[in-house]
C-alpha cells in the first residue's frame, strides 16, 4: 500500500464550517513559497540553473554535519591532536565522516519520501512503546550535549575574560535572535552563515606550517596507534566517533528536510548537501587536529579545557590572533549545535505529541514548538551556570554516550529506510544496508570494549595486548 | 474561480498560485493523517530488545565511571 496516495489535503484558505482552524496554514504557505524559488529555479535553462538550485536546497546536510563539530567534538579533535598527534587518527576520522554520510543519506530518504519528521515515523512505525524508548534516548543525549556545548561557549569566551554569566545568557538571547523571523528559510541561512566560522580551523592549521610529508603518509599508509592501544586511546576513538556519528543528527536532518519542503525530485541535491557538509566538517576536524599537533607532550587533555587553556598554549605557535580566532571557533562550534540541537529536540517533541513543529510557524501558533526549543536551552544554559558542578564530566562523557546511544537509533533508520510501505521504490539499496550494517557492528564491537575497559581493565589489557 | 461560484481576493490568489507548489502529503492538513502501525516480526523484536539491553548496560557503565572519576 502507497500510504501517501491516500492523503489529499482539503484546499481552503479560510476556516471550514465547524472547524476552528484553516485547512492551509502560514506554515504551508512559507513553505510554498520556497518550494516555488524552487520550481521556478528548475525551470531556468542555462549553466546557472543547477547552481541556483544547489543554493536554494542546500541546508540541512551542511548544518548537520557542521552543527555535529560542536564544543565535544572539536575539543576531542583537539584532544586528539595535543595526545596522538596526526598518525593513526586523520584516517580515522575521514573515516568517521564517511560513517556520517552513509547514516545521514538515508534521513534525506526519509524525509523526501514521507515528508514526515523522524520521531513521527517511529511513533507511527512502531508505536509509542518504542517511540518513547527511542524520545528519552534522544532527549537525554540532547540535554546532555547542550550543557556541553554551553560550557564550550563558555569556555571560548573566558579567553576574552567574559564571566560565565554574561557569556551563557549571550549564547542563549543569540539564538533566540535566530528564531524570530518565523521563518525556515531565514532560520537556515543565519545558522548556515555561523556555521560558516567552523572553517576557521583551516587557516588556523596552517599556521601552525604541518608537515605535510606526514599528514600525507598518514593518510595514506594509515599505519595502527603508534604505542598500542590504552584506555585513554580507546575513550579518544570513541569521542572521535561520537564527533561524528551521534542520534540528534538523524532526528535533525530528517525534520530539517521536510520542514525545508526537499521532495523525490530534490534528494540528488540532498545528497549533495549531505556530501558537502561531510567535506567541511571533515576539513574543519583534521584541521583542528593538525593544529593541536604541536601541543603533543605538554600534558593537554580535556581537563584543560574549561579555563581556555588550549588557546592560551596555542598563543605561542599561532600568535594572538590565532588564539582570538581559536576561542571564537569555538564559540561558534557550541553556538551552532546548540541551534541545531534545540530545534531536533523541538522538532520531535511537536512531532510526537502532534502539535505544529516547523520553523515556519508564527510565535503563537508554534507555543508547544517553540517553548519546548527554549525550555530546553533554557534548562541547559542554568546546568552550565551551577557552580561547583563537575562539568568536565558532561564534556568527557558526551560523545561516548552518543556512541553507544548510535546503535539502536540505526536500526530504527535501517528499518524505515527499508521500509516499502512509506519509501516506495526509495528504499535502500543492499550496498547501503551492507554499509549501514558495517557501521551498527562496528560501534556495538568499540561500545563494548569500551564497557570491558571500564568494568575489566585488566581483560581489556589482555585482550589489546 | 471560474465556474465554482467561489470569489477570491487577490491575495488568496497569490496564496492559492503558490500553494500549487507543494506536494499534497506536504500540507499540514495531509500531515495529520496518521500511518499505519508496521507489523514486526518475532526477529525485529528480538534485535530491538537487545539492543535496548545493551544501550542500558552501556549506560550503566558510564554511570559507574563517571562515580568512579567523581570519587
Redesign the interface.
Known amino acids: 500500500?502507497d500510504?501517501?496516495s491516500?492523503?489529499?489535503?482539503?484546499?481552503t484558505?479560510k476556516p471550514a464550517a465547524g472547524r476552528d482552524k484553516p485547512?492551509?496554514?502560514h506554515?504551508?504557505?512559507e513553505?510554498?513559497?520556497d518550494?516555488?524559488r524552487?520550481?521556478s529555479a528548475r525551470s531556468m535553462r542555462g549553466p546557472f540553473s543547477n547552481f541556483r538550485l544547489l543554493w536554494l536546497l542546500i541546508g540541512p546536510g551542511i548544518l548537520v554535519m557542521v552543527g555535529e563539530n560542536d564544543g565535544p567534538s572539536m575539543l576531542s579533535y583537539a584532544a586528539t591532536g595535543a595526545r596522538f598527534g596526526v598518525g593513526f587518527f586523520l584516517p580515522f576520522i575521514i573515516l568517521t565522516f564517511v560513517m556520517a554520510i552513509v547514516v545521514q543519506e538515508m534521513t534525506v530518504r526519509l524525509g523526501a519520501a514521507t515528508?514526515?519528521g523522524h520521531a513521527e515515523?517511529i511513533f507511527?512505525?512502531?508505536?509509542p512503546f518504542?517511540g518513547w524508548?527511542s524520545m528519552i534516548?534522544l532527549g537525554l543525549g540532547n540535554f546532555l550535549t547542550l550543557i556541553a556545548e554551553f560550557i564550550a561557549i563558555r569556555a571560548g569566551l573566558s579567553f576574552f575574560g567574559v564571566p560565565p554569566w554574561i557569556a551563557v545568557p549571550g549564547a542563549v538571547v543569540l539564538l533566540l535572535l535566530a528564531l524570530v523571523t518565523h521563518r525556515y528559510w531565514t532560520w537556515e541561512r543565519i545558522t548556515l552563515a555561523i556555521a560558516m566560522f567552523n572553517l576557521v580551523f583551516i587557516p588556523l592549521a596552517l599556521l601552525t606550517r604541518p608537515d605535510w610529508h606526514s599528514v600525507g603518509h598518514a593518510i595514506v599508509s594509515w599505519k595502527p596507534l603508534a604505542g598500542g592501544m590504552s584506555n585513554a586511546a580507546l575513550l579518544i576513538i570513541l569521542s572521535n566517533i561520537g564527533a561524528t556519528v551521534t542520534p540528534w543528527m538523524l532526528f535533525f536532518q530528517q525534520s530539517a528536510t521536510v520542514d525545508k519542503?526537499l521532495?523525490r525530485r530534490d534528494i540528488r541535491f540532498g545528497r549533495i548537501d549531505t556530501l558537502l557538509g561531510a567535506a567541511l566538517a571533515a576539513g574543519a576536524a583534521v584541521a583542528m587536529v593538525l593544529l593541536c599537533a604541536p601541543l603533543m607532550n605538554r600534558g593537554m587533555s580535556v581537563e584543560n579545557f574549561q579555563a581556555a587553556e588550549f588557546a592560551k598554549s596555542l598563543q605561542p605557535v599561532i600568535g594572538r590572533l590565532g588564539a582570538v580566532l581559536f576561542s571564537l571557533g569555538m564559540v561558534e562550534a557550541g553556538l551552532v549545535a546548540a541551534i541545531t540541537i534545540s530545534a531536533s529536540s523541538a522538532y520531535a517533541f511537536g512531532e510526537v505529541v502532534?502539535k505544529?513543529h516547523s520553523l515556519n510557524l508564527r510565535m503563537r501558533e508554534g507555543k508547544a514548538f517553540y517553548s519546548v526549543l527554549f525550555l530546553c536551552v533554557a534548562a541547559a544554559a542554568g546546568v552550565a551556570l551551577i557552580p561547583g558542578l563537575?562539568l568536565v564530566?558532561v564534556i568527557?562523557?558526551v560523545n561516548?554516550?552518543a556512541v553507544?546511544?548510535m546503535?539502536?537509533a540505526l536500526?530504527f533508520l535501517f528499518?524505515l529506510a527499508n521500509?516499502r510501505?512509506?519509501m516506495g521504490d526509495l528504499v535502500s539499496p543492499r550496498w547501503a544496508n551492507v554499509l549501514t550494517g558495517t557501521v551498527v557492528v562496528f560501534l556495538?564491537g568499540a561500545?563494548v570494549l569500551?564497557?570491558i575497559s571500564?568494568?575489566a581493565p585488566k581483560t581489556f589489557a589482555v585482550l589489546i595486548r | 474561480m471560474a465556474g465554482t461560484g467561489i470569489t477570491l481576493n487577490p491575495q488568496e490568489t497569490s496564496d492559492l498560485r503558490i500553494l500549487a507548489s507543494l506536494e499534497p502529503n506536504q500540507f499540514t492538513a495531509a500531515k495529520l493523517q496518521g500511518l499505519p502501525r508496521r507489523h514486526l516480526k518475532a526477529s525485529e523484536v528480538l534485535l530491538l530488545w537487545s539492543l535496548r539491553v545493551y544501550l542500558l548496560l552501556m549506560i550503566g557503565v558510564v554511570v559507574y565511571q563517571v562515580f568512579g572519576g567523581v570519587h
Not at chain 1, 491516500?6 to 484546499?11: G, K, L, S
Not at chain 1, 507511527?124 to 508505536?127: D, K, L, P, Q, V
Open positions: 500500500m500510504v501517501h491516500e492523503m489529499r489535503p482539503e484546499v484558505l485547512a492551509i496554514t506554515e504551508d504557505l513553505r510554498a513559497e518550494r516555488s524552487v520550481a515528508h514526515r515515523l507511527a512505525r512502531f508505536g518504542w524508548f534516548d519542503g521532495t502532534r505544529p563537575p564530566y568527557l562523557i561516548v554516550v553507544l546511544a546503535p539502536p536500526l528499518m521500509d510501505e512509506i556495538i561500545g569500551y564497557g571500564v568494568v
